[in-house]
């Protein structure tokens, strides 16, 4: 079955910390992974995909595929990042959709 | 360039009444999609169209219709709305061949079903 989860619904951390978002999934293949960020009361945007290895707004994700584990990382968080996560898959096929894990709410504390 | 656009971006029905929303994008995407997002569930895909003429259900159809008559519209219909039915709604689109790209959002619509 093709599934994500993201164990934790709310996180808080203290400005200046380290924040870790953590995504599971499971997929019969090798899936695209990746994580959307949507601010309050804005739309979903793609906040970084694993297969550029890029980093976006000092996140950084990998794919540990022995793991099926994707996680969002941060060396050091901002107020600004407070927003929704989500992790998400998709299969590499022209017709695969979008599956998405249930969020994680990220409040960074001053 | 508006992308994915949404209307409307608010609604309150009372139980039963029927509704559409529209989703239009200028981008020439082939592939459509409409998701809810509720607390602590995530997004579920609720309809989907890969092309002019063409509709699928997704997770969560029942209760939903869709039609996909022009390849820039996306439209979802609520025929009897229900409280359950109360969400926000997310459209979204794509290209073919670029599932590693991810979707295109739009800004939802927040719907209140009393």
């Known amino acids: 079955a093709q599934r994500v989860t993201q164990p934790e619904k709310l996180l808080s951390v203290f400005k200046g910390a380290p924040v870790e978002l953590k995504c599971n999934y499971s997929y019969s293949g090798s899936p695209e992974l990746f994580w959307y960020v949507q601010y309050s009361r804005q739309r979903l945007q793609l906040l970084l995909r694993h297969i550029s290895r890029e980093s976006i707004k000092g996140f950084t994700a990998d794919l540990n595929k022995g793991e099926t584990s994707f996680h969002l990382k941060k060396p050091f968080a901002q107020e600004e990042d407070s927003a929704m996560y989500y992790c998400a898959l998709s299969g590499k096929t022209s017709y695969d959709k979008v599956i998405f894990g249930p969020g994680t709410s990220l409040s960074v504390i001053p | ?114």
């Open chain 2, 1 to 114: 360039n508006a992308g994915v656009t949404q209307t409307p971006k608010f609604r309150v029905l009372k139980t039963g009444q029927s509704m559409t929303l529209l989703c239009a994008q200028d981008m020439n995407h082939e592939y459509m999609y409409w998701y809810r997002q509720d607390p602590g569930m995530g997004l579920r895909l609720i309809h989907y169209s890969v092309g002019e003429g063409t509709t699928a259900k997704g997770e969560v159809p029942d209760g939903y219709n869709v039609s996909r008559l022009k390849k820039q519209n996306f439209l979802l219909g609520l025929e009897s709305a229900a409280p359950s039915q109360t969400s926000v709604y997310f459209c979204a689109s794509r290209r073919p061949g670029t599932s590693n790209y991810g979707y295109t959002f739009g800004s939802g619509t927040r719907l209140t079903v009393v």
